[in-house]
Nanobody
Framework: QVQLVESGGGLVQSGGSLRLACAAS????????MGWYRQAPGKQRELVAT???????NYAESVKDRFTISGDNAKRAVYLQMNSLKPEDTAVYYC????????????????WGQGTQVTVSS
């Protein structure tokens, strides 16, 4: 069974920084991409940033130039460095692994972490 475990959330003042980390555990053959999504109260879950196994990165417009995603394929880990945080960045942040295969013949699936709260005070 694959589990995605997140860490690094917390409370920070506006303009501050946080670093989120996510590691996938379990038997994993390969994956296409890992990334971060977030969900604020009363809003739909939205993409924050993704990185493919080939290191191609994609960011939401609202976080470009402030957030940086990085990954470690060997550790099955993904990180999100968040700088210049704003109150509107407050949300539960979820780690995501897409196109993940347990074996070479298994179908690709998507997995989610349990979420970590990020709160930015004004």
């Amino acid at each position: 069974q694959v589990q995605l475990v997140e860490s690094g959330g917390g409370l920070v003042q506006s303009g501050g920084s946080l670093r989120l980390a996510c590691a996938a555990s379990g038997r994993i053959f390969s994956f296409d991409a890992m990334g971060w999504y977030r969900q604020a109260p009363g809003k739909q879950r939205e993409l924050v940033a993704t990185i493919t196994s080939g290191s191609n990165r994609n960011y939401a417009e609202s976080v470009k130039d402030r957030f940086t995603i990085s990954g470690d394929n060997a550790k099955r880990a993904v990180y999100l460095q968040m700088n210049s945080l704003k109150p509107e960045d407050t949300a539960v942040y979820y780690c995501n692994a897409g196109g993940l295969r347990l074996t070479s013949w298994a179908p690709p699936k998507t997995y989610w972490g349990q979420g970590t709260q990020v709160t930015v005070s004004s």
